[in-house]
């Protein structure tokens, strides 16, 4: 008797040509809701985190959250959590792997428990994304920390207040030191710190549950309380969701409502569009109107930490970059390895020339599709974007990095007027 493994993954059809119109509601942030997941881990008491997305990434921080000892109920984007007694400070190395994130538990678990084992994280094949901001924090708040075996062992018997200027800005590392701080009920001063709204969302919640968080320019002060309260909060919307939609509407020539946006949020991207010639409405508090009415400018982008231009729709602009009526620079200064879709974008026709850190991209009338891989979050929304305007059907395989950061992105793209199928390739192996 023989016996067979069926391997299955999924790809995604995209038939090009179709002008998107109509409504779509924007989904909850992915990167604001992973870090206030991992702030459940800091009290006794119940938390509720409402309109958190559906993703792979939210569904990996729930198994994390659980493997603790966190009570976890997640159901119509709501999440209940409550950690009355953790029975683990030890977070898996094949869970860690599969998101950069996961790093988030480290800061909370040695405020709540003075020990974290964590593997060394993974994720996106975007850059080095070096985690020595975290763990500098860490050993000034009086942690030991060392490397055995693939795991970061930290202990802390007492944290101290930390004065802190981190090296480079950054959002994770901010996080996690907010919340390895937010115990310590002496006064703490981080400076050159991110404010990603992201951030600035983790803070309030930080607030809600006890901690005298006060921010000025990129100097935070914070003075941390023993016993921290359960919370109640709303995740803001997905500003890099809402971008990539804005995207996608306007290259298409569309007419596109997003609703439960925070604009406010969103200031360089819009900025972009208008300058590529978008016609943007900012309806109310929370919707925004994209308008593509046939002549796309080309665009000079250079990446940077917020109120700049984010790196997570670097790829996206340059879709829109590939169509535009002339030449297009694009400067990632981010991360070193985030161009891996210039590869895919040139298999369907874009004439782009990467010059060290900066893309050339000369401007086309159409693309035309072709089989393409996605090799990381960000880039796989590209290829679909590239796919609603090229000819022909494009092929966009290893979409499981867009599931991770993206809910139903193409039924969300398909309620708008695209044509978009998810297929699953079965093989079997003996």
């Given at each position: 008797?023989?016996?067979?493994?069926?391997?299955s993954?999924?790809?995604?059809?995209?038939?090009?040509?179709?002008?998107l119109?109509?409504?779509?509601?924007?989904?909850?942030?992915?990167?604001?809701?992973?870090?206030?997941?991992?702030?459940?881990?800091?009290?006794?008491?119940?938390?509720?985190?409402?309109n958190?997305?559906?993703?792979l990434?939210?569904?990996?921080?729930?198994?994390?959250?659980?493997?603790?000892?966190?009570?976890?109920?997640?159901?119509?984007?709501?999440?209940?959590?409550?950690?009355?007694?953790l029975?683990?400070?030890?977070?898996?190395?094949?869970?860690?792997?599969?998101?950069?994130?996961?790093?988030?538990?480290?800061?909370?678990?040695?405020?709540?428990?003075g020990?974290?084992?964590?593997?060394?994280?993974?994720?996106?094949?975007?850059?080095?994304?070096?985690?020595?901001?975290?763990?500098?924090?860490?050993?000034?708040?009086?942690?030991?920390?060392?490397i055995r075996?693939?795991?970061?062992?930290?202990?802390?018997?007492?944290?101290k207040?930390?004065?802190?200027?981190?090296?480079?800005?950054t959002?994770?590392?901010t996080?996690?030191?907010?919340?390895?701080?937010?115990?310590?009920?002496?006064?703490?001063?981080?400076?050159?710190?991110?404010?990603?709204?992201?951030?600035?969302?983790?803070v309030?919640?930080?607030?809600?549950?006890?901690?005298?968080?006060?921010?000025?320019?990129?100097?935070?002060?914070?003075?941390?309380?023993?016993?921290?309260?359960?919370?109640?909060?709303?995740?803001?919307?997905?500003?890099?969701?809402?971008?990539?939609?804005?995207?996608?509407?306007?290259?298409?020539?569309?007419?596109?409502?997003l609703?439960?946006?925070?604009?406010?949020?969103?200031?360089?991207?819009?900025?972009?569009?208008?300058?590529?010639?978008?016609?943007i409405?900012?309806?109310g508090?929370?919707?925004?109107?994209?308008?593509g009415?046939?002549k796309?400018?080309?665009?000079?982008?250079?990446?940077?930490?917020?109120?700049?231009?984010?790196t997570?729709?670097?790829?996206?602009?340059?879709?829109?970059?590939?169509?535009?009526?002339?030449?297009?620079?694009?400067?990632?200064?981010?991360?070193?390895?985030?161009?891996?879709?210039?590869?895919?974008?040139?298999?369907?026709?874009?004439?782009?020339?990467?010059?060290?850190?900066?893309?050339?991209?000369?401007?086309?009338?159409?693309?035309s599709?072709?089989?393409?891989?996605?090799?990381?979050?960000?880039?796989?929304?590209?290829?679909?974007?590239?796919?609603?305007?090229?000819?022909?059907?494009?092929?966009?395989?290893?979409?499981?990095?867009?599931?991770?950061?993206?809910?139903?992105?193409?039924?969300?793209?398909?309620?708008?007027?695209?044509?978009?199928?998810?297929?699953?390739?079965?093989?079997?192996?003996?």
């Amino acid at each position: 008797m023989t016996n067979t493994t069926l391997l299955s993954s999924e790809f995604l059809l995209v038939e090009g040509g179709k002008r998107l119109k109509g409504k779509v509601k924007i989904s909850g942030s992915k990167n604001a809701s992973l870090p206030i997941m991992m702030a459940t881990l800091l009290t006794k008491e119940p938390c509720t985190v409402r309109n958190v997305p559906k993703l792979l990434d939210v569904k990996n921080a729930i198994e994390l959250l659980e493997i603790t000892g966190v009570n976890v109920k997640f159901e119509d984007h709501i999440l209940f959590a409550e950690a009355k007694e953790l029975k683990s400070y030890i977070a898996p190395d094949h869970l860690v792997r599969r998101m950069r994130a996961s790093i988030l538990i480290a800061g909370p678990l040695l405020a709540r428990l003075g020990k974290a084992v964590v593997g060394m994280p993974g994720g996106c094949s975007i850059g080095a994304r070096l985690i020595d901001q975290h763990l500098k924090v860490f050993e000034k708040g009086g942690a030991s920390i060392n490397i055995r075996n693939g795991y970061l062992h930290m202990e802390v018997k007492k944290i101290k207040p930390v004065e802190h200027t981190f090296e480079v800005i950054t959002v994770t590392g901010t996080e996690n030191a907010l919340m390895f701080l937010s115990r310590c009920d002496k006064r703490s001063i981080l400076r050159n710190v991110a404010l990603e709204p992201e951030v600035m969302d983790l803070v309030e919640v930080l607030r809600k549950m006890g901690v005298d968080i006060e921010v000025e320019g990129r100097t935070m002060v914070i003075k941390g309380n023993p016993e921290l309260k359960g919370f109640e909060h709303t995740v803001i919307p997905d500003r890099i969701e809402a971008g990539t939609l804005a995207v996608a509407g306007f290259i298409t020539g569309g007419d596109v409502i997003l609703e439960g946006v925070r604009p406010e949020h969103m200031g360089s991207q819009l900025e972009k569009l208008r300058e590529a010639g978008a016609v943007i409405e900012i309806i109310g508090l929370n919707k925004l109107r994209v308008i593509g009415k046939g002549k796309i400018y080309p665009l000079e982008i250079s990446t940077s930490e917020y109120p700049g231009f984010p790196t997570d729709m670097q790829a996206q602009f340059m879709v829109l970059c590939c169509i535009a009526d002339g030449v297009s620079q694009i400067t990632e200064n981010i991360f070193e390895n985030r161009f891996q879709h210039v590869n895919e974008l040139q298999r369907m026709g874009a004439n782009i020339k990467l010059r060290g850190k900066t893309a050339v991209i000369i401007g086309r009338d159409k693309l035309s599709a072709a089989e393409v891989f996605s090799t990381d979050l960000r880039a796989s929304a590209s290829l679909v974007l590239a796919g609603l305007i090229a000819e022909g059907t494009t092929v966009v395989k290893e979409i499981h990095h867009l599931d991770r950061g993206y809910e139903r992105l193409e039924e969300k793209l398909n309620s708008l007027g695209a044509s978009i199928k998810r297929m699953v390739h079965a093989r079997s192996i003996i």
